[in-house]
């Protein structure tokens, strides 16, 4: 059987250069006689595979040295919490924007540990855009700041980031990071499960400044304390061992290409040829504002949900696969993570040419 062209949003499509090398070294890694997923997390054998992935991490990143970068389980969504019982302990309130459906469970889940102040919001709007802030309304007290710099769900992105002063700003990148460059130092955590722009499913990036180690409440689960997994490099308990090792061949999979500087114009491409396409369509509308279109989630509809689930139907028979789009939106959505070639944007839109023509 041939690959398709997966557009799912995640677990996504990984660089199939990444999944060749572990299906080569899948039960013996080097000279170790054994697979990764069978050597001990505090093994000689497994530390430079760990120790690789961070400096990676680090390396495209361009992680400045004052912050720790953690491997850890749980997903994205365990970080909703971890954020505010590992931050929420000055004033005890945080200021939260509300720009999607992970943007207000993180907040759901903060207010569970704190006061949760919501300086902007598109709910009401089905979150087809970033929601305007004013600088007025945030709390200079506020222990920290949270965004979500892309969507997922709804397709958008962050323009510009809000200026917080000396609150730390918090992100979300789970479904953007390493897609554009970002400058780590303007933030003080970062934190994004794998599977959609780094690795498979299972692992969590966290990266977070020095300085805010170590305040968390007491209640804290130890696993969840961001300073007590830096003190034990992410292994307090057993790490994600195998899928720490594919995130580390996706990254230099990612080095080759050029980096994030690299693969960043690429994905502008790549969501260009989607957007200009659907701009010019009689039959395909785009649902985000387009001010805030993500490059990552490309969410359009036909107007008529039969006809989306057609072309849905029609499309994974042609080898363009997962592209229903969320039930919250409804209609098409593709997912053009970094590994998805710009290759598989083109047969997607000539596919959709091919459609419009026959509908
Ligand atoms: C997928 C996603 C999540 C949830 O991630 P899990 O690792 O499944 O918990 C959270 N936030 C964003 C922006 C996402 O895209």
């Known amino acids: 059987m041939e690959r398709v062209y997966n557009f799912a949003a995640g677990p996504a499509a990984m ?16 000279s170790t006689g ?48 971890a954020t505010a019982m590992n931050l929420m302990t000055g004033s005890g309130r945080a200021d939260y924007i509300d720009s999607g459906n992970f943007a207000h469970g993180a907040l ?75 400058d780590v130092s303007k933030f003080g955590a970062i934190f994004a499960g794998a599977q959609k722009n780094i690795g498979p499913a299972g692992l969590t990036l966290v990266i977070v400044r020095n300085d805010l180690l170590g305040r968390c409440m007491p209640i804290t689960p130890k696993i969840m304390d961001w300073g007590k997994q830096t003190e034990n490099a992410s292994m307090i308990n057993t790490p994600p061992t195998y899928a720490i090792y594919m995130a580390g061949l996706c990254l230099k999979w990612l080095k080759k290409q050029g ?18 396409f659907i701009d010019n369509s009689r039959l395909f509308k785009g649902t985000a504002d387009p001010a805030f ?22 499309a994974a028979a042609k080898g363009l696969v997962n592209l229903k789009g969320h039930r919250l939106v409804g209609g ?22 091919e459609f419009e023509k026959n509908v």
Not at 15 to 30: I, N, S, V
Not at 49 to 71: F, G, R, S
Not at 260 to 274: F, Q, W
Not at 295 to 307: A, E, K, L, Y
């Open 15 to 30: 660089p199939l250069e990444a999944l060749e090398t572990a299906a080569r070294e899948m039960c013996c890694y080097g």
């Open 332 to 353: 098409i959505r593709a997912s053009i993570y970094n590994a998805m070639p710009i290759e598989g944007v083109k047969a997607l839109v000539e596919f959709m040419k």
């Open 259 to 276: 980096g994030v500087e690299g693969i960043a114009p690429v994905n502008e491409e790549k969501a260009k040829l989607l957007y200009d």
């Open 34 to 81: 054994m697979s990764v997923m069978e050597m001990s997390h505090r093994s000689k054998m497994y530390l430079p595979i760990y120790e690789e992935t961070v400096a990676l991490v680090k390396e495209l990143m361009h992680v400045p040295d004052d912050y720790a970068i953690l491997l850890l389980q749980g997903g994205a969504t365990l970080q909703f919490a």
């Open 108 to 182: 759901t889940e903060a207010a569970k540990y704190g006061k949760v102040n919501v300086v902007a919001s598109s709910r009401e709007e089905n979150y087809r855009f970033i929601p305007a802030w004013d600088k007025a309304s945030f709390d200079p007290q506020a222990d920290y700041f949270y965004i979500t710099t892309n969507n997922t769900i709804f397709g958008t992105r962050y323009t510009a980031l809000p200026d917080t002063g000396s609150v730390p700003l918090v992100a979300d990148m789970s479904s953007n990071i390493l897609s554009e460059p970002y």
């Open 293 to 314: 279109r993500s490059r990552m989630n490309v969410t359009f509809v036909t107007g008529s949900p039969d006809t989306d689930a057609e072309f849905v139907k029609q």
